[in-house]
């Protein structure tokens, strides 16, 4: 159980298009998510917090109108980057938060999506 | 500001020889502790978690971390190697219910 996937797993578009990336957990109900961003060799950056039927919560440093982030439903959320350049090329992977007991919480990853800006 | 430090960006060891990968992490209360694996060009596997109790923790795949708070550290460790345990490891906290904060991994190579 517990089983998180992106869709696309690879997406390549060109410069000043937009680009939509679904998480969606399989098996259970998440009312958050997370957006995480990967550099190449480099750690995972959270970029926002998104919260079934409520706004994203962005961390500082991102652009929020860039990274445009849905929680329609307590299974999928969408991550649409818009107008991309080459310098948004990375890897982005989502998480799903479960509820597993009074004040515990487990994350499950998705697979990633490899985006390249060309 | 939280965070969490691996010291090591990348450590080579022989197939069979022990295993130790370090982390500390920075943050106002103890946080709940992660070691992640991550192989090229995929997501990332849980191997093993830290929330309470018990201060060493078993994992998957043989790996075990030790909690120890007086140095704000959770260091993985694994007795024995095998070649398919090359990857990139990343330690994580987090505080409650937020999402995780990363350490910039440590890459591993086996040698033959």
């Known amino acids: 159980g517990a089983v998180v996937s992106q869709h696309p797993s690879r997406v390549i578009c060109k410069s000043g298009t937009s680009v939509k990336i679904e998480c969606r957990s399989l098996?259970?109900?998440?009312?958050?998510m997370f957006w995480y961003r990967q550099f190449p060799k480099k750690s995972l950056m959270l970029m926002a917090t998104?919260?079934?039927?409520?706004?994203?919560?962005?961390e500082q440093g991102v652009e929020k109108d860039k990274f445009l982030i849905n929680h329609a439903s307590l299974t999928l959320s969408t991550l649409t980057v818009t107008s991309a350049h080459p310098e948004d090329s990375s890897f982005y992977i989502c998480?799903?938060?479960?509820?597993?007991?009074?004040?515990?919480?487990?994350?499950?990853f998705g697979p990633g999506t490899r985006l390249t800006v060309t | 500001a939280q965070s969490v430090t691996q010291p090591d960006i990348h450590i080579t060891v022989s197939e069979g020889a022990s295993l130790e990968l370090r982390c500390n992490y920075s943050?106002?209360?103890?946080?709940?502790l992660f070691w992640y694996v991550q192989s090229p060009g995929q997501g990332l596997q849980l191997l093993l978690k830290?929330?309470?109790?018990?201060?060493l923790v078993q994992g998957i795949k043989g790996f075990e971390a030790e909690f120890k708070r007086s140095q704000s550290s959770f260091n993985l460790r694994k007795p024995s190697v095998h070649w398919s345990d090359a990857a990139e490891y990343f330690c994580?906290?987090?505080?409650?219910?937020?999402?995780?904060?990363f350490g910039k991994g440590t890459h591993l190579i086996i040698q033959p």
């Open positions: 098996d259970f109900q998440a009312t958050t």
């Open positions: 998480s799903a938060r479960r509820v597993t007991g009074t004040d515990n919480y487990e994350q499950y």
């Open positions: 943050y106002g209360a103890t946080p709940y």
């Open positions: 994580a906290a987090r505080g409650g219910a937020d999402g995780l904060t």
């Open positions: 830290y929330f309470s109790g018990d201060t």
């Open positions: 998104s919260n079934e039927g409520s706004k994203a919560t962005y």
